[in-house]
Structures are given as structure tokens and as C-alpha cells.
């Protein structure tokens, strides 16, 4: 039988501790004394005719029917293991098809069998000769492939990554059947031993990108990945910046999209997302369902995209700016129309709109904490009531309500969260340079935020690319999306081994 | 290291573009809106008592427009309530700045639509209070100015006011419709500027006339344009006189020609475009200046029972629409010559033309236009606007 490497592990991670001890051969006995005070370890004696060997296995990660059924019966029963003359001989004949599963591997390294089986996987150990069979019998409790729940559908395929590594692999296989489709595994977490998977296509990825990717995820020397942000604080080119360097989706067919036009794709297990890299400003900006509908109408929802990032950015610090300092730009009628709704409210502007801006973020957060049921009525609560309540109270304008609520709803229409989370910080800024000079403080906080963006280059490629390209043929998929007829090319900032996508 | 440099650096054009962009005052024109009172029109007046001075009334949104330096000018029959407030100062900023400091609010001009100016300090030359107003930073360059004829203007701002509201307001509705008669079009501050500023350009800026309309009842009126020579009134043009500057100056966009066919049955025409070529040469020793005017034109109205586009009912009515629109801009030609003053804009036209001998003429360039000869020449032609026959019945007896 054809083995499968299944199992790489990178230099940094290291099992056991000094302290911890370790076993320092493949002998059951040893093992079952390293586990012992681990209830879910298993390290079960079995007879095989005349030989003595040990199954090792972690209860939970197992199935434990096929493993009865297929393991401990060949074992007990197989005429040919029964007169197997040495461990040695029955090794061959577990590997050869006794043991009746597709990925049947042999092992002499202590480590690696421990890992493996810590994975879930089952460990046949014949201690004389200090070797062990793994067979793949992996079978827990997981979540079913479903709908994705951060990224509607309503014109594609509606399924979802979910938190095992080996479901959205066979997902992505499933999507990209071309043999130059790698899926290369590590292990990463001292402690937490995660299955990484680096996916990519041989031939199209530039291969120094993913050089920088492998060189960062090797870097990355943590306990473990228990949450999203682990990985991206370690991939991110300027960790300290509030913009996401990384493009994550729940999406198999936008994350198998990206990976053709010869981006990294990155799977977590444990991590029910999948990211991408190099990620530019424009891909935060751009939703699967722009290349499912129309090329006019999404263009059109695009350039809206585009607006409403504007409005969601500047709206509060544009309305302090000419509320406060430049009246004259205001058409008369608004102006009489913002000043009476003004009168004897007794807060300036700024106060007003940060006031309203920090109600709006107690809202999200606590809508977001609470249950989905309880989270409704809080922003009937907190919308309606309270706000409904201080406007009548003259706490508060009633431009300013709906200045804020223009603001959030704008904001809602980001397809990518980390993207409008750094939205929503930068919004305050502009708030306070708004308040501060007026036009010229919100100008100013405009440069400040292009030599932020400016600043950052992710894997080698500008964060503001394509946008920052003097060729239009670049610019071609970033404000408007294009027939695909058009776009001929892969995006230059992966700067692809095989620019052409089509003719 | 480096981000501090880019940080240092950063900084530093920040220092350079506040310095730059004229930050030097503490005071950063930062007030709340509410705190504002905002301007809605100004009325420039002679002082009543001291010639030499001039009173200046603002017109301010009712309610919560004022405290109590003015007088309230009621409702009005549209139900918005306006208050006026006034001063008098040796100039407008003097009056402004007494007005600022006797009223609760800060006053802004951002929003003044509209300055009136009374006949008795528009005659006295319009440069000291157009002085201020091109000055002034929150004044708006597109707000209209208007001269009121027969009165003065804060007078005008009053009594109309107590009639029927908000003068800004009527004066709005009114402004809006001008571009349908063609004898009137907005002056704008920037275009008074204009003018202000080119010594040989005749001033023509439109007047507003209060008609009383028995008692109490008022009503207000544009009906052509008051006519400047050296920035002093001199005169007012009529309906007829304007419109024929306006052909002239290529600013009718509409406007109705009264017609009648063979049998002299009324017919109205709309002018839907005009365009005018107007050439300025100086041959032997005198101005001369060719005219050549492009109506078109769509039947407005007909009580003919004639069919209006058969050639020979055609070229009757074109001809009369041809002849009106010339004696209107003969007449314009008269008023000119009469008042001696440049109301055409044929100096711009000459200097464009003609840039070096414009230099020797413009001294004497009113004097020179007494003498000048018109030849205008007026071309037209009519759409038919729907083709309805049963309306009128025509081709039946």
C-alpha cells in the first residue's frame, strides 16, 4: 500500500518538557506510565497469535465500532497475523492489508507516534522492535457542513469551512480538482500541536511569497491557536497597524477563487475560516455575491460599497466640521432645519456626535454578548426607546440620530468585519479632527490615514494595490467589477508565476 | 528609529501646512450652530438723518430670530415670521459690527440670498457698500443684489414684510421664475463685482417696485433692470428696453412673442433658445455694430383656425416674431444712447475682438457708442409643439 506522509513536524515544536519527562522509547509500557493520569489515553494489550502488542488511542477522537470491528478483530482472528513468526513480520502484514484501512503508516519516532495519535489517529505498538503501525480510524463529534452565517448566499454554494481541518481540505479538493493543487500541513502550538494547512497552486503562487509565509509560520513560537487572532497578529507584515492584513472567510468558493488567482490560503484546525494573503485594501471591499450577479448591478453595489465607506468614515466629522465651523457650505434650509432641531439642546456637536458614537458601540457590543433573542431586544431598547426618549428630552439633536444611524448603517455594508472594525476606530479620529479644525482637521486626518494605509505592505505587495497602480489594466476588478470576459489577468499584487487566467 | 524619523517628519508637515493655511488667530471661528443667527437678506440704505452715513437692516429668520433690538414684521400671509433688525454706521462694517454687538447671536451673512439697495444710496455710487460685501468672507458671491425703485430699501423689507412674511422667502419664489422672463436676469454679487471692476462696463442691475394693492396689501414686482453710470443709478429701464438687453447679452432662455396670422387672429410663441452674434468693428472714425439674433421658437398658444405651418401663414408670423424681437432690441439700443452708458456689454464684446484698439478708444467709449450705428438682423423659426387639429378647427369654415 501506498503511504501517505501524514504528519510534518516544524523544528520549533517540541512535545514534552524536561520537567515533564518523557518516554524515551516506543514501549507500551512506558507510554501507558506517561498517560496514566489521562483518562482518555488508551493503551490496550492485545495477543496477536504469539506475539504481544499494544493499541494506543485517545477515547473521543476514535471510532470506536470501526476499530473494534477492524482492528482488534484482524488482529484477534487473521490467519496470517496469527502465525506471524516476529513483531517484525506483523508489521509488514498490517502494512501490507491486515489492518483493513486506506492509510496505514509505519513509525519507529516516539514523538511522532504520540502526535499522530493525540490527532486521533491509532497506534499499533509492538514494543520488542520499538515500532508502531498508525492507522487512520478518526471518528468525533463535529458540526455538519452548513450555510456560511458571517457571509450570506443568495446566488452560490452554500457551504461553510467548519472547525475540522480534514473536512475543509476534502471541501477545497472538492472545488479544485487540478493535480497542482498543494495542501502542505504542519503542526504549530507548543502545547496545542494545530494542524495548519498552507494551500496553494503549484505553478501559478509565486513561490517567494510563500517562501515568506512558511519563514513566518515557522517564526510563530506560541502555546497554541486557540482563536484567529494568534495567526494573524503572527502573518501580519505591521502587527501594530488596526487594519486587517489578512482576508478571512468562511466561504470555500471565495477562498478557492483567491487560491486560483495565486494567493496563500491558510486552514486552522479548530478554526471554522480559512485566510488569505496577501490581502489588499480593495479585496475588504469586494463580496463573493459581486461575481454571482450582473456585472452592472454589481458594479453599481460596489461603488455604493465604496460610498458608504466614505459616509461610514467621515459623516461625524463632516457633520461637526460644518455644524461648528464652516455654516456657509450648509444649503440654507438645512441649515435652519439642523439649527431649530439644535435649539436648547445643551451639548456642542462633538459631544453630541461622541456621545452617540459610544452609544452605537455599547449597542453592538452588547448586542453581540447577549443571545441572539435578548440581543434584538437591546437594540429596541437602545435604539428606539432610549434614543426615541433623549431626542424628546432635547439630550440630543435629531440630526445627530440620524447622522449616527446614516453612519452605522453604512458601516453594516462592509463584507468584511476586521475591515469595518478598523472603520469604526478610525472614525472617532476623524470625529475629534473634525471638532479640532473642522474641513481642514478631517483633511488632515485623511493624509494621516493614506500614509497609514500607505505604510503598510503585506507580503511585498502594497495594501493600497491595486489602487496605488499607475496602469489601469490593474485597476480593472477594484471600484467597478468587470465582465469576465475582461479580466484576463490574475491580480498583479500576487504577482503570479502564471499571470495569464484566460485568453 | 525610523518610524520616530517618519513620525518627526509627519509632524513637521503638519507644522508647515497649519502655518500655511493662515491658522494664526486663537479664534478658530468655532461656534455651534445654535448659537448663530443666521442672515436671510440685507437691506443697504443713505441714512435717513446723516447722508454721509448708511443703515444697514438685516432680515433674520423669525422665532427664535432675534432678541429685542427689532422689530418683528409679523407673519405675513405665508406664515413664516421674519425679524428686522438695523444700525447706522459711517460704513457697513461699522453698522454690521453695531448690529453684532447689540444682538444676543452671532450674526452670519453665509446665508443672505439677497442685498437690496435703495434708490437714494444705489444713486450716490454703489462702491462704498459693495466694498464690504465683496470683502467679506462669509458672504456668499452667487447671493443676488437688487435695487429697489421709488423707496428705501429697508422701507421696502418692512412694509412688504408685514403683508405677507418673510421677504427672503417671496423674493426666492420670485428670483427662481426669472429665467422665464426673459426681461429679467439675476445679478449676482460676483457679477456687480464684475462690473464694478471694468470702468467702461455699463452697470444694469435688476429693481424690485412695491405695488400696492389696496389697503394693506402689497405686492412686489421685478420689471426690468436700473441702469448705472459710474456706479451711480441714473435710470430705469422698462420691461420692453430690458428684454432687449437681455437678447443682446445672450441671457433669454424664454419668454413669450405675441403674434397674429393673416386674418389677425392672436398666436403665442415661447422662445426656446436664442442665440446672439453680436460683431463691434470701428471703421472711419465710428462705432459700428452688427446684430445678428437666432430665435427659436415653439407655438405656445394659437386662437387662428389656420393651418400656422403652411408657408404662407409661416413666414407671415416669422416675420412679426423677427420684427418684435428687433424693435426690442432697438429699443435697448436707444435706452443706452440716451443715458449714455454701456448697458449692451459691447465693450467686452470690442475688447475680445479688437484688444489694441480698445486701448485707444476705451477712454471715450460711451461718447463713441452715441454715435454708433446698429444694423440688427433677426432670424427665426417655429416648432410646432403638439400636432393636435381639432383644438382650433382649422381648414374648417
Known sequence: MKQKPKYTQTEDVTLFSEEQGRPMCLHAESIKQFFEKSGDVLVRSVQVGKLEAAVFCVDGLIDSATIGEQIFKPLATDEKLQQAENETQAVKLLLEGAAQFPFVTKETDVNQVITAVLNGLTAILFSEIETAVLIDARGFEKRSIGEPTDENVIKGAKDCFVEVIRVNTATIRRKIKTPNLVIEESVTGKMSLTNIALVYINGTTNRHILKEVRRRLQKMNIDGIMTSGYVEESLSEKPFSVFPQLLYTERPDKFCSHIMEGRVGLLIDGLPIAYILPASVTMFMQAPEDYSNNYIFSSAIRLLRYFCLAISLLLPGFYIAITTFHQEMIPTELAFSIQKAKMNVPFPAFVEILGMLIAFEILMEAGLKLPKTIGQAVSIVGALVVGQAAVEAKIISPAVVIVIAFTGVCGFTMPNQDFSNAVRLWRFLFTLAGSLAGLFGVMIALIFLLLELCDIQNLGAPYLEPLSDSLSSHIKDTLIRPPFRYLNWRPFSVRSVNIRRQK | ?397
Request: glycine share 8%.
Open chain 2, 1 to 397: 528609529m525610523n518610524r520616530c524619523k517618519r513620525m518627526i517628519v509627519v509632524f513637521l508637515l503638519l507644522d508647515l501646512m497649519v502655518c500655511t493655511a493662515g491658522c494664526k488667530r486663537n479664534d478658530n471661528n468655532r461656534r455651534e450652530i445654535n448659537s448663530i443667527d443666521f442672515v436671510r437678506m440685507v437691506a443697504i440704505d443713505a441714512a435717513q438723518d446723516e447722508p454721509e452715513k448708511m443703515e444697514v437692516t438685516l432680515e433674520l429668520q423669525g422665532e427664535d430670530g432675534g432678541n429685542d433690538n427689532g422689530a418683528d414684521s409679523g407673519g405675513g400671509q405665508n406664515g413664516e415670521q421674519s425679524k428686522l433688525i438695523s444700525a447706522t454706521g459711517g460704513s457697513f462694517s461699522e453698522a454690521f459690527l453695531q448690529l453684532q454687538t447689540e444682538h444676543g447671536k452671532l450674526l452670519n451673512l453665509a446665508h443672505s440670498d439677497y442685498f437690496l439697495i435703495g434708490e437714494e444710496a444705489a444713486g450716490r455710487g454703489l462702491t462704498p457698500y459693495m466694498d464690504f460685501i465683496s470683502r467679506n468672507n462669509q458672504i456668499q458671491f452667487s447671493a443676488d443684489v437688487f435695487i429697489v425703485k421709488g423707496m428705501r430699501a429697508a422701507e421696502f423689507m418692512s412694509r412688504f414684510g408685514e403683508a405677507n412674511g418673510m421677504v427672503s422667502s417671496q423674493l426666492k419664489n420670485m428670483a427662481e421664475k426669472t429665467r422665464d422672463l426673459s426681461y429679467i436676469t439675476n445679478t449676482s454679487v460676483i457679477q456687480v463685482m464684475g462690473m464694478l471692476d471694468n470702468a467702461s462696463h455699463g452697470m444694469k442691475i435688476p429693481y424690485l417696485e412695491l405695488q400696492e394693492k389696496g389697503e394693506k396689501q402689497v405686492d412686489m414686482e421685478m420689471s426690468g433692470y436700473a441702469l448705472f453710470r459710474d456706479t451711480a443709478l441714473v435710470d430705469y429701464a422698462d420691461t420692453e428696453a430690458s428684454r432687449g438687453m437681455n437678447f443682446f447679452s445672450g441671457e433669454v432662455y424664454s419668454g413669450l412673442i405675441p403674434v397674429r396670422d393673416t386674418e389677425g387672429e392672436a398666436v403665442v410663441t415661447r422662445i426656446s433658445d436664442a442665440k446672439t452674434k453680436v460683431k463691434v468693428r470701428y471703421e472711419q472714425n465710428e462705432l459700428r455694430v452688427q446684430v445678428n439674433a437666432e430665435i427659436h421658437t415653439t407655438l405656445e398658444e394659437t386662437h387662428s383656425k389656420k393651418n400656422l405651418f403652411l408657408p404662407e401663414e409661416y413666414d407671415v408670423l416669422m416675420s412679426q416674431q423677427n420684427q418684435y424681437v428687433k424693435n426690442l432690441m432697438l429699443r435697448a439700443v436707444q435706452e443706452s444712447k440716451e443715458n449714455r452708458i454701456d448697458a449692451l456689454s459691447l465693450a467686452d464684446s470690442f475688447r475680445m475682438q479688437h484688444p489694441i484698439i480698445w486701448e485707444d478708444l476705451k477712454e471715450n467709449w460711451t461718447q463713441r457708442l452715441e454715435g454708433a450705428r446698429f444694423e440688427v438682423n433677426v432670424s427665426s423659426r417655429m416648432d410646432r409643439s403638439y400636432d393636435y387639429e381639432e383644438a382650433n378647427r382649422y381648414g374648417q369654415s
